[in-house]
């Protein structure tokens, strides 16, 4: 790592005579990333351009070149703490970590200190004492490309941080899936987790789960042969230098797992407390939201979800979909899988649209925007993104410039060519790699978190939260107004990607293309091929097949409405309220989002009693002409709802609801059928 070996002043231009700039300083043993070098002066001068890494006012400029080692090391000292807090925040949103562990260990380790500390291992070095084994074994992890790091770098405390933020998260999740193995739901606290980096997971579970208790010693010893060497700590395998490395908590290896816990909690829970303050200073100052929540409040507290961090103070979880809806329109070669492979980049690239401008570039200014583009593909982002068309700091601008990539053919990468190789994978994983690869090209790989976030993406997409739930009524069978299942979630989506790929957002016909060919598959999954788009009605294959499409086999699937209507009815009528489809009228039930919602176009058909009429006739004369709608979003006053051949398209409709969040009664709509699925 460069640093200063003497202080000097920063200049606009190299030379003595070059003019310096307002409170620009570089100090003495100061680190600093080099940008370029020239001569300057009689005599000849060579000068050093540097980048300060911790001034924000004057981040760069000209110094001499005498004045900078090339090959220094900082020497040791205290970290300021403010800052190394906000390092540890921006590590752990690309890594899906919690900052205020990682900062806390780096305290109970080191003082949040660099330099080294003499050890019977070795020296340790820098704020979370990594011997040289383990540092090696770490940068060699799969989500670091093979020169992301080198072994010197074990000296900088920021790397360390990235570092040791990722092995936090890995040991996170593998804790999390040995303990949710044996009971359902549950995650492990502070303590838990550093028993399991410094043990292994597998073992740390059987330490604090099996009964009798096992020791230390037989919970590590016990780890299958064929899992030991995924399962041991990063760098050190054998059992007798795990313990001299944490005697303090682990002693001879032959307590139980309970009892190294207790000793973890009384080393953590005093650092946790002394980091608190500044975790939450920069993490507001980061994320511009409170985050007090995301707090620790001692080592025996649970983690919080990775999914309570992918949601805190942006909107991932509710850009997500709405992209993704119009990556499909926009490209009918793609499936949901795709379009969450994507996301999945933009996720671990921006920490979630968190940071879009990237925090600590190594070289240049870095990357900016979604996919962090950087050097002359930023350069054709900001220029793309010149006035009239939206900006880069906009989602509009963003978005344009990642669909001209996708479409255009140009340049010594070729965007276009490895969109297509994207667009031939078949699953989740593997379309998140090529993307990443083909497309993307990050400097650093980091699969396995693009990955998480992907199928972050497409959770969202499948299931979005229900909003605006009213209340409703329970008589006449006692079905509540609970959030719709995964699979009407997943309908109200499917519905509306529809809408966006085939109808253009309702402003494509039935008779025009491309809805017509897509209503000719509605019309083949309910058994009417060839029918007529343009004379015969479709919005119950519409409805069907949506259903089918987002796993609801229960459904009865039919041409006409009046089959599940009437089915829904018999239900009610036999009091079968847990039923897939089940009957209400208007005056019994608010509507929830996933609910079907419809009326009748036949005369002598006009509410529940004329239905049951038809409920006693053979089953070949209970047609009655009738429509329903999907409802997607429930709020105060209405219910939208979303159904095919509306106006001869896929639309939306608002429906007026009363106080109670029922349907008005003035509307033509009498009733709703609730779907238990």
């Not at 650092?271 to 409170?290: E, Q, W």
């Not at 409920?615 to 979003?633: W, Y």
């Not at 896929?650 to 109670?660: E, F, L, M, R, Y």
């Amino acid at each position: 790592m460069p640093i200063m070996s003497e202080s000097d002043i920063l200049r606009i231009e190299p030379g003595m005579a070059g003019k310096t700039i307002p409170s620009g300083f570089a100090d003495q043993n100061k680190e600093v990333e080099i940008l370029g070098t020239a001569e300057a002066d009689t005599p000849p001068v060579s000068w050093t351009k540097v980048k300060l890494l911790d001034n924000t006012v004057a981040p760069e400029g000209w110094v001499r070149s005498a004045h900078v080692d090339l090959k220094g090391v900082v020497p040791g000292g205290p970290i300021e703490k403010l800052k190394f807090a906000n390092q540890c925040w921006v590590e752990a949103i690309f890594s899906d970590a919690n900052p205020h562990y990682v900062a806390a260990v780096a305290e109970m380790r080191s003082a949040t200190s660099s330099g080294q500390e003499a050890g019977e291992l070795g020296p340790f070095s820098g704020p979370f004492r990594f011997t040289q084994a383990e540092w090696d074994a770490a940068r060699a992890m799969p989500e670091f490309a093979a020169d992301s790091f080198s072994g010197r770098d074990i000296a900088d405390w920021r790397v360390q941080v990235v570092v040791f933020t990722l092995m936090t998260h890995r040991s996170e999740a593998a804790i999390t899936a040995e303990l949710n193995a044996i009971t359902a739901g549950r995650r492990p606290s502070a303590a838990e987790l550093y028993l399991a980096q410094i043990i292994g997971a597998k073992a740390a579970a059987v330490a604090l789960t099996k009964e009798p208790k096992p020791t230390i010693k037989d919970a590590f010893d016990g780890v299958a042969a064929a899992d030991q060497a995924k399962d041991r700590p990063l760098g050190e395998t054998d059992f007798g230098k795990i313990i001299a490395r944490y005697k303090e908590i682990l002693e001879t290896g032959l307590m139980k797992g309970e009892d190294a816990i207790d000793r973890i909690v009384a080393r953590l829970d005093p650092v946790l407390a002394t980091t608190k303050d500044n975790i939450i200073a920069a993490g507001t100052a980061l994320l511009g939201a409170p985050v007090e929540d995301k707090t620790l409040d001692g080592a025996n507290s649970q983690l919080p979800g990775s999914s309570d961090f992918g949601a805190m103070g942006t909107t991932f979880a509710e850009k997500a979909p709405v992209i993704m809806r119009r990556l499909l329109a926009d490209f009918p070669q793609l499936r949901d899988f795709h379009a969450a492979g994507i996301l999945g980049n933009i996720g671990r690239e921006t920490g979630g649209f968190r940071l879009m401008q990237e925090v600590r570039p190594k070289k240049g200014r870095g990357g900016l925007g979604w996919l962090q583009w950087t050097g002359p593909r930023r350069v054709n982002f900001e220029n793309f993104c010149q006035p009239p068309k939206p900006g880069t700091d906009t989602d509009e601008g963003n978005y344009t410039f990642m669909r001209h990539e996708f479409t255009k053919h140009e340049g010594e990468h070729d965007e276009a060519h490895g969109f297509g190789l994207f667009a031939q994978t078949t699953n989740l994983n593997d379309a998140t790699e090529v993307f990443m690869s083909k497309v993307e090209r990050p400097g650093v790989p980091a699969l396995q978190e693009r990955q998480d976030w992907a199928r972050k993406a497409l959770s969202a997409f499948q299931n979005p939260p229900a909003v605006g739930l009213g209340g409703g009524g329970t008589s006449g069978g006692g079905a509540s107004a609970i959030s719709a299942g995964p699979v009407l979630a997943k309908a109200v989506q499917l519905a509306l990607a529809e809408r966006e790929r085939f109808a253009g957002g309702s402003t494509v016909r039935e008779t025009q293309e491309p809805l017509r060919s897509r209503v000719l598959e509605y019309f083949k999954f309910v058994h009417r091929d060839g029918a007529n788009p343009g004379t015969v009605p479709w919005s119950a294959a519409f409805i069907s097949f949506v259903m089918n499409e987002a796993g609801g086999k229960n459904f009865p699937f039919s041409a006409g409405h009046a089959t599940y209507i009437l089915k829904g009815l018999a239900n009610r009528l036999a009091k079968q309220v847990n039923a897939p489809v089940v009957y209400f009228d208007k005056n019994e039930m608010a509507p929830r989002v996933g609910d079907l919602i419809g009326f009748s176009n036949e005369p002598n058909v006009r509410n529940r009693s004329d239905m049951e009429g038809l409920l006693q006739l053979p089953p070949n004369k209970q047609f009655f002409a009738s429509h329903t709608d999907l409802v997607i979003e429930v709020s105060s006053g209405k219910v939208k709802a979303i159904g095919g051949n509306v106006s001869q398209t896929i639309n939306i409709t608002t429906v007026k609801t009363s106080a109670d969040g029922k349907i008005d009664p003035a509307d033509k709509r009498f009733f709703l059928l609730r779907l238990n699925m």
